[in-house]
């Protein structure tokens, strides 16, 4: 199993920025990519970006395309989520997830952190 441990959220003005944390701890070994999601209130969960942890590519949701970044630190277990340009939309529970190697699908979820931003 993987643990994973989000920091970083808050309250932000909108256009402000924030970085989101994410540590991994346990059988990171067993890692092949890592991903943000987040829920707004009476929404679905929704995919917001992935990190594939050996080579770095990185995949994003139309809505964030050029805003937010994700990269990882591998020495540190640990993947961010620079969030630039923050809109009132943005506002949701944001969750990290890591997708196991021979995992279809991400198998591993944080307790998630609340981001919100004010208009």
């Known amino acids: 199993q993987v643990q994973l441990v989000e920091s970083g959220g808050g309250l932000v003005q909108a256009g402000g920025s924030l970085r989101l944390s994410c540590a991994a701890s346990?059988?990171?070994?067993?890692?092949?990519?890592m991903g943000w999601f987040r829920q707004a209130p009476e929404k679905e969960r929704e995919f917001v970006a992935a990190?594939?942890?050996?080579?770095?590519?990185?995949a994003y949701a139309d809505s964030v395309k050029g805003r937010f970044t994700i990269s990882r630190d591998n020495a540190k277990n640990t993947v961010y989520l620079r969030m630039n340009f923050l809109k009132p939309e943005d506002t949701a529970v944001y969750y990290c997830?890591?997708?196991?190697?021979?995992?279809?699908?991400?198998?591993?979820w944080g307790q998630g952190t609340q981001v919100t931003v004010s208009s």
């Open positions: 346990g059988r990171t070994a067993s890692t092949y990519a």
């Open positions: 990190i594939n942890w050996s080579g770095g590519n990185t």
């Open positions: 997830a890591s997708r196991s190697f021979g995992s279809s699908s991400y198998n591993n």
